[in-house]
């Protein structure tokens, strides 16, 4: 039976021996069916959250957020942090271009990202420092 939809399948359609589908329903460890698999499979998750409507809901609260920071970003670092930022702009680009299942996010998290990374935590914040846990 499957642990999720609770489905009950036949060893014979899931075409494993009968062997096999003894050990399977005298097993301990959970079993999911292909279905259930490539439903969650779908499913969005970005860090704790998921599903597109937890992470909109965050993304647009952020970047409402951000759009009332006052105007003190640094510059885009160079060497090793910039090109893991540039990297990630281009994946989260890459995301909205592709029609993957991120493409309706995709943007608005480029417009978060960006003025999250250069953010200045403080004004007397260095730009050596920023590049530094940026490179981390």
């Not at 860090?47 to 809901?57: P, R, S, V, W, Y």
Request: net charge positive; aromatic share 10%; charged share 20%.
């Amino acid at each position: 039976m499957c642990d999720t939809c609770q489905t009950w399948f036949h060893g014979s359609c899931l075409l494993i021996s009968d062997e096999e589908y003894d050990d399977l329903r005298s097993s301990e460890n959970s079993w999911i069916c292909v279905g259930c698999k490539s439903e969650n499979s779908n499913q969005l998750k970005w860090g704790a959250l998921k599903g597109e409507k937890a992470i909109e809901q965050v993304v647009k609260a952020t970047y409402m957020e951000i759009t009332k920071w006052k105007k003190n970003l640094f510059t885009l670092p160079r060497g090793k942090a910039g090109i893991h930022f540039i990297n990630e702009v281009a994946r989260l680009i890459y995301l909205f271009t592709d029609q993957t299942v991120w493409s309706e996010l995709a943007l608005s998290m480029i417009h978060v990202f960006i003025p999250l990374m250069l953010q200045k935590p403080s004004a007397n914040s260095k730009a050596k420092n920023n590049a530094k846990f940026l490179a981390s």
